[in-house]
């Protein structure tokens, strides 16, 4: 149902439509909330490849079409209906009245198997034009879900998006026009294979976020605020947030950072905090709430299951701009995957997730009742849901486990399984991307330059580029690459895990290998949304 509430603030989606596509602009068909599925046979040769239409070039949508007739069938259909909205979000015991995907959030589960040719349609009930990216998922260039690869979806109009499921893995599904990455329209989308190794015995998805619309600033206005130079904090904006007064909501220093009392300006920064694991500031947002599957930690959600039990965590971080340090009390943690692809499995007691990457762990649980804690890295919040297996008592919200201090996966301390590794091979062409920026002015860049002057990264198919990041910055920046994984070269130059989404910390340089097998024009960019929309975004171009 929907809820009728004051008109939201309008988006300026502008900023990242300046450009007009050089290369492959396609078929607009997009992907939204989820409200319905249903599975069923697919039409003999696939309708996905039969759906695109709207190329610039008809060259450039031949390549798109003959690489998605490449992709594995397995002749099932699945369909959604999905629909972007204004609503009333109850985060526990906190109304807010925001946007989501239906009257939820996170907004329903998107489930298929690899092979699967979805068919989504989205029903815009929004003000304003959206668009779904479904982040992670190498699928077809005209289904990307952001410009100049397909069109956003106008205020009340319908699409429907389709692709064949390339990859089995954790995804998720988010808008990719001005700053609603941080309202509440995301949704987690699993991706199955058969044939997967992993054991378990039951499965919970965990989805993160920062919260603030409704209960502070809006997105759009923080967004204002920080281009204005007010530090993140909009004019007229209250200097406490409901949640210093929360237990379990301290806003002092959590374990190995140092957060700032206020906010306020500092060296290279001007963040709300700092972080060792970061490498310096934590972020730019002060937020009121944490949350795990759309709830405050005074509300937390609970997680039942048996004694002995194996579960399989799937943790997605939709933040805008906060990295989160997850752990279970009294539990060791296995990490098997990150970013949908399997890991040499190693046994952890946290993890350290930046904004839009995912990770799989499996964890043997005790009996009793246990705090899943997600600190806010640097910015000393937390978010917390509950796990059950037995009889006790609630953990206080306040509680901390000892684990949030112990073991601390990353991403580079863990080695590809030998089924997700690269294939083997030696880069032939290089590829730069030099991030710059700060804040003041609150301007961010790839190579020198903002989103409206970018000059496109150029690969021709086939090719095996190396992509090194450098971050000339003092902020830490999770940097993501549509339509591609990559592997992170290690040290001593072999391939490290694969991912789609990965942290570069202030001052460093990562490179990282990939395989030019998807062509289209795709979006290489900083998944903090704040500096997205302040230049941090260019592009990947395939030459025909």
Request: charged share 15%; net charge neutral.
């Amino acid at each position: 149902m929907t809820i009728n509430h004051p008109a939201r603030p309008s988006f300026d989606p502008g900023r990242r439509r300046l450009l007009t596509a050089t290369g492959l602009s396609v078929a607009a068909v997009l992907l939204g909330g989820c409200t319905t599925q249903s599975v069923s046979p697919a039409p003999a040769g696939g309708s996905a490849v039969a759906a695109s239409a709207g190329a610039t070039t008809s060259a450039g949508r031949a390549t798109i079409l003959a690489a998605e007739a490449r992709r594995a069938r397995s002749g099932r259909s699945v369909k959604y209906t999905l629909t972007p909205q204004h609503s009333q979000i109850d985060l526990g015991g906190v109304v807010v009245s925001t946007l989501a995907y239906g009257s939820s959030i996170p907004g329903p589960l998107i489930r298929a198997n690899i092979g699967d040719e979805m068919s989504v349609t989205v029903k815009n009930l929004l003000t304003d034009p959206t668009s779904v990216h479904s982040h992670g998922v190498a699928m077809r260039n005209d289904m990307d879900g952001v410009a100049p690869a397909s069109k956003d979806i106008a205020a009340g109009g319908q699409f429907t998006y389709t692709y064949t499921v390339p990859h089995a893995g954790t995804y998720w599904a988010h808008p990719h026009v001005g700053i609603q990455t941080d309202y509440g329209l995301y949704a987690p989308i699993v991706f199955d294979d058969p044939n997967e190794k992993v054991t378990y015995d039951t499965e919970w998805i965990v989805v993160l976020d920062d919260w603030i619309d409704g209960v502070g600033n809006s997105p759009t206005q923080e967004l204002a605020a920080l281009q204005a130079g007010n530090g993140g904090m909009a004019m007229g904006s209250s200097t406490t947030s409901p949640a210093a007064a929360m237990p379990g909501m301290n806003m002092g220093s959590s374990p190995a950072t140092a957060t700032s009392s206020s906010g306020a300006m500092a060296m290279g920064g001007m963040g709300v905090g700092t972080s060792v694991l970061l490498g310096g500031d934590a972020g730019d947002v002060k937020y009121p709430y944490y949350l795990i599957n759309g709830r405050i930690p005074a509300a937390p959600v609970t997680f039942s299951a048996k004694p002995g039990q194996r579960v399989r965590i799937r943790i997605i971080n939709a933040g805008a701009d906060t990295a989160f340090r997850v752990a279970l009390g009294g539990h060791p943690m296995t990490v098997t995957h990150t970013d949908g692809y399997p890991v040499v499995p190693k046994d952890v007691d946290a993890i350290l997730i930046g904004m839009a990457e995912r990770y799989d762990v499996v964890v043997t649980l005790k009996d009793g009742v246990f705090p899943l804690v997600a600190l806010a890295e640097g910015k000393g919040g937390l978010a917390r849901a509950l796990i059950r297996t037995g009889s006790g008592q609630v953990p206080a919200a306040s509680v901390q486990p000892t684990q949030l201090q112990g073991r601390i996966g990353v991403a580079t301390s863990l080695l590809p399984d030998p089924t997700a590794m690269l294939p083997a091979g030696t880069p032939d062409a290089e590829l730069t991307a030099t991030l710059g920026g700060g804040m003041m002015p609150y301007r961010w860049t790839i190579n020198g330059r903002g989103y409206d002057q970018t000059v496109p990264l150029q690969v021709r198919q086939g090719q095996r580029p190396r992509l090194t990041l450098s971050n000339e910055t003092d902020m830490w920046h999770p940097m993501h690459l549509h339509g591609h994984t990559f592997a992170l070269v290690r040290p001593d130059g072999q391939p490290g895990v694969r991912k789609d989404t990965v942290i570069v910390k202030p001052r460093t340089t990562m490179a990282l290998d990939l395989l030019a097998d998807n062509p289209g024009v795709w979006m290489l960019h900083c998944h903090n949304g704040y500096h997205s929309e302040s230049g941090m975004m260019t592009r990947l171009e395939y030459s025909l």
